[in-house]
């Protein structure tokens, strides 16, 4: 078997089109979609992330905030930040950039963020929402798998997943998502105790981990067949690579997602998505 590819540059660009005909309607009702952005501290891959952020945002023609702090930022400056951001009519979607410096708590400063501007779903009023079926800004990376699936028509339902991830980002979002598609889920994580036999036992398996020197994805770790979704990304030699050795487990899966090109694109476009969401809930 070789797996068929899940194109997210393809994928993303299709969802680019239809963004652009959302914003002209938008427009059309005097809405000028705006996304902030804040970076603190000079994390070099969180810069990269920002600027790719700022610039797909740019390119589709929203406006933005690209807002600068120092890692010494104290928390109450900002927060006194978000709120103003939330204050403002003329931003719709705020985005703080994860991982925080140490002193800041992700989970207060999160929670400072309107829900209805929070354009990564990670307020507790809008994970609420996902985990009850009802969410309309959800995770960007989750959200973004779950187009990818449903563009290549692969039905999850009764499927046995394994997601390795336990994240607020990623694993938790993307488990109540796929199983709203009535598939079985399971997360995995560093503790598990059998992490082999649940990826040989997996028809979906979604990978987040991002470190190859932890753990590395072999075609013969897989059941034949099933389905791999690459979310991880580290520098290997100069290059970007995901979790997933790809040469060998695309032998053995029946589709797969490339590092570059597969959920990273998806991501930043259900980012943009998400910001012409909450434009639309502005009216509200
Ligand atoms: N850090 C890595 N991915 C993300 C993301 O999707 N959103 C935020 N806010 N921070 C991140």
Known sequence: MTAQIIDGIHVAKYIKSKMTKKIAALRSQN???CLATILVGDNVASATYIKNKQRAAVELGLKTKDVR?????PQSELIAIIKSLNEDI???????????????DPFIITNTINPIKDVDGLTPTNMGLLVGGKGSLKPCTPVGIVELL????INV????????????LVGK???FLLLEKDATVTICHSKSY?????????????TAIGNRD????????????????DVGITRLGGKLAGDVDYSSVAKYASWITPVPGGVGPMTVSMLLNNTLIATSLSKN
């Open 173 to 175: 979002p993307l488990a």
């Open 157 to 168: 339902s009764g499927l046995h997943v394994v997601i390795i991830n336990r994240s607020q």
């Open 150 to 153: 449903d563009h290549y028509g």
């Open 90 to 104: 003329r931003v719709h979607g705020i985005l703080v950039q994860l991982p925080l410096p140490n002193h800041l």
């Open 214 to 229: 932890k753990f590395t994805l072999t075609g013969s770790m897989i059941k034949t067949g099933s389905i791999i979704i």
């Open 194 to 206: 059998n992490l082999l036999k649940e990826i040989k036992d997996a028809d979906l398996i979604v």
């Open 69 to 73: 702090l120092p890692s010494s930022c």
């Open 31 to 33: 809405l000028e979609p």
